[in-house]
């Protein structure tokens, strides 16, 4: 992936792009004006990127069943106020209805004579957001300490390298279970304590990618220009970071889901919302004469994380068509 | 002779190789063990209520004196500083405290759980190894065509469905409707069985366990070891074997195996210390008696200074783990730890 926006720009304001020293000392670049507005890709370059996203689709059919389910699963759990009006913790009929025995609830009741497809579909949001909220929340942690660690390298890194390590080297559940337990059970809790355990795999990617571009040329000449570290981290070298990034992303959303749903599980979740992970729990004492309860709201999950990672499979063929690192 | 001293330097070189990379990592490996002991210590000052406050809502009659008094004797009053203090102090020489709730001292109770769960992650790890790779190896062999697709999806599948559902599922399955195997425990309660009889009994206790706790592991070594045999196959090193005459078969397990394993290991090592001390859920669903449900029952209880200890202890783990995939790969490839190595 060539870092387009940059070193385009910085190719076509000069016609001769000298091969920069990769060193402390600055070169000097004469007369470099006009690219400060980040310049959008050169076309060939989104042509190639177009094609790619064709062969990809047309290769591997399996995205688009992806991307509709993720579609149709964020949509339901988007309108799940205006669908199943009401609190989806209200009894709203007789316990103990199997899924298709009657109209009225065709996922069937819970125990205590929940609808099922109503807690499944508020479910669905409450996934949805506490995987897209701890996925920020860990990609702002990582990005920030893999870029401070891999652009300023020497003292700086070896001491983030060092936090890095601990973190990543502390078992992720019980870590989980620790600190959700000590800030007691919300969604925004689970969302941070969530992104607390997945930062550091973002931090080492970035980290890398930062090391590797901070000594390509573009960077170099916006150093030489005078351009200040924050500048150059943000909009020089991030842009440049970002596919990979990306990719991380979209699995990142997956596995906080499963996370997220393990602990409400096991009854460290939110008390006060429905989520796909409470109830199963609260299914799993009758699971010898009702295990519909347990089997729906799991294949629920089941789908919503299989879509992300069928996405972030296509997105790392898109945007990494060299990369040979497999799920993390 | 000569060929007797040539091999004898051999494992001369390999064994101080191994000692060189072990000595390296285990220093490398000091602060950041340090480091962990001091992150859970603090992250365990923030929490809401001690050991002692839950014993004393279980006994319900606690008067003030009597809880002060006993935070006293567990040192639960003390500066925090101090606490920290005696607690490297004691963790020097392997004592990591004493839990309230099970009156006993931590690190016994940890040791009573460590052999199975040790018996569990290392049947699901060796299990994902052996299945993981060997798919891999399937679909490496046959890139781009049905089979690879095929079980490309599996795995993508196997990745995405969430251990704790598909155990109850296997539950439902396996105990309730086929009566095949048992839903929970680790023995037949009360069996007088020895020998091998014994040993099958907790065979048949730890099949779904093992199971469900592999499958997450079965995708990602698959995955992993299907893009790295892929990798392997266009190096210059297979085109030379596959030129001097040696067999397809040779190839593969000589040489594209070997170097999809490093990635793997690397992976696998990491891995250890998470089963061992995240088969949290597994372990509580299946009564199986380990660290992990040692954890949730810690959790439950407030009893933070177990909890403290089974994270270091997997930590640790974790960080022993890493030194022995770093001597693999010494052994893998003879690049590593050599003494001029730049890697």
Avoid at chain 1, 45 to 64: D, E, Q, S
Avoid at chain 2, 110 to 115: A, G, L, Q, S, Y
Avoid at chain 2, 157 to 172: C, E, K, R
Wanted: aromatic share 8%.
């Amino acid at each position: 992936m060539p870092p387009y926006n940059n070193a385009a720009a910085l190719r076509s304001a000069d016609a001769p792009t000298p091969h920069l020293p990769v060193s402390e000392v600055v070169v000097p670049l004469p007369r470099v004006t006009p690219f400060y507005p980040p310049s959008p890709a050169p076309q060939p370059v989104r042509w190639r990127t177009g094609r790619r996203v064709l062969a990809v689709f047309a290769r591997n059919p399996l995205v688009l069943i992806g991307a509709t389910i993720l579609l149709l699963i964020s949509m339901v759990g988007l309108l799940a106020p205006l669908l199943f009006p009401g609190d989806p913790l209200a009894i709203v009929g007789q316990p103990f209805l199997w899924p298709g025995a009657d109209a009225a609830h065709p996922f069937g009741t819970d125990s205590l004579g929940r609808d099922l497809l109503a807690g499944i579909a508020h479910g669905a949001s409450i996934s949805l957001r506490v995987g897209i909220a701890a996925t920020a929340l860990g990609l702002l942690i990582g990005v920030s300490i893999g870029a401070i660690a891999g652009y300023f390298g020497g003292w700086t890194d070896a001491i983030l390298s060092r936090l890095i390590e601990i973190f990543q080297t502390l078992p992720n559940f019980v870590m989980l279970v620790v600190i959700v337990a000590i800030a007691q059970p919300s969604v925004v809790t689970l969302s941070f304590a969530i992104a607390i355990v997945t930062w550091p795999g973002v931090a080492r990617l970035s980290r890398a990618e930062f090391r590797s571009i901070r000594a390509r040329d573009f960077v170099m000449a916006a150093r030489s220009l005078g351009f200040g570290p924050a500048r150059i981290i943000l909009s020089e070298i991030l842009p440049s970071a970002l596919p990979p990034l990306i990719v991380t992303a979209s699995m990142m959303v997956a596995s906080a889901i499963l996370m997220e749903s393990a602990l409400s599980f096991m009854g460290l979740g939110d008390p006060n919302v429905v989520s796909w992970g409470s109830m199963i729990g609260a299914g799993r004492e009758y699971l010898r004469t009702a295990w519909y309860m347990c089997a729906l709201p799991g294949f629920a999950i089941m789908l919503t994380v299989l879509a992300l990672n069928l996405i972030g499979d296509a997105l790392n063929e898109i945007l990494n068509p060299r990369n040979n690192e497999g799920p993390r | 002779m000569e060929a007797l001293t040539g091999h004898w330097n051999l494992t001369m070189s390999a064994l101080s190789r191994t000692a060189r990379i072990a000595a390296k990592t285990g220093l490398h490996a000091l602060p950041t063990a340090v480091g962990i002991v001091v992150l859970s210590f603090v992250l365990l000052q923030f929490a809401p209520g001690d050991a002692v406050d839950v014993l004393a809502g279980e006994a319900g009659s606690a008067t003030a004196e009597g809880m002060a008094e006993m935070r006293a004797r567990f040192g639960l009053d003390r500066p925090v500083l101090e606490q920290l203090w005696t607690y490297l102090a004691n963790l020097a020489q392997g004592n990591l405290g004493w839990s309230p709730r099970y009156n006993m001292p931590v690190s016994q109770l940890i040791w009573e759980r460590v052999p199975d769960s040790l018996i569990l992650a290392g049947a699901a790890l060796v299990l994902a190894l052996v299945i993981g790779v060997s798919l891999g190896a399937v679909m490496a062999a046959n890139e781009g065509q049905a089979i690879d697709r095929l079980l490309s999806v599996v795995s993508l599948i196997f990745y995405s469905v969430p251990g704790f559902w598909i155990a109850l599922m296997l539950i439902v399955l396996f105990s309730v409707k086929l009566g095949w195997l048992p839903s929970g425990g680790a023995e037949t309660i009360g069996s007088t069985a020895t020998g091998l009889a014994a040993l099958l009994d907790k065979l048949r206790y730890m099949v779904l366990p093992t199971v469900s706790l592999s499958l997450i592991y079965i995708a990602i070594y698959s995955r992993l070891s299907r893009v790295s045999m892929i990798e392997a196959k266009a190096q210059d090193f297979v085109r030379t074997a596959r030129a001097k005459g040696l067999s397809e078969r040779r190839i593969l397990l000589r040489h594209v195996l070997r170097n999809a394993l490093i990635p793997v290991t690397t992976v696998a090592g990491m891995h250890v210390g998470g089963m061992l001390g995240g088969s949290v859920v597994i372990e509580t669903i299946y009564g199986w008696p380990g660290l992990g449900r040692l954890a949730y029952e810690a959790v439950m209880g407030r009893d933070f200074g177990v909890l403290l200890g089974i994270l270091l202890f997997s930590s640790l783990l974790v960080i022993f783990a890493n030194v022995m995939v770093d001597i693999v790969h010494g052994l893998l490839d003879p690049r590593v730890g050599a003494p001029d190595a730049a890697v």
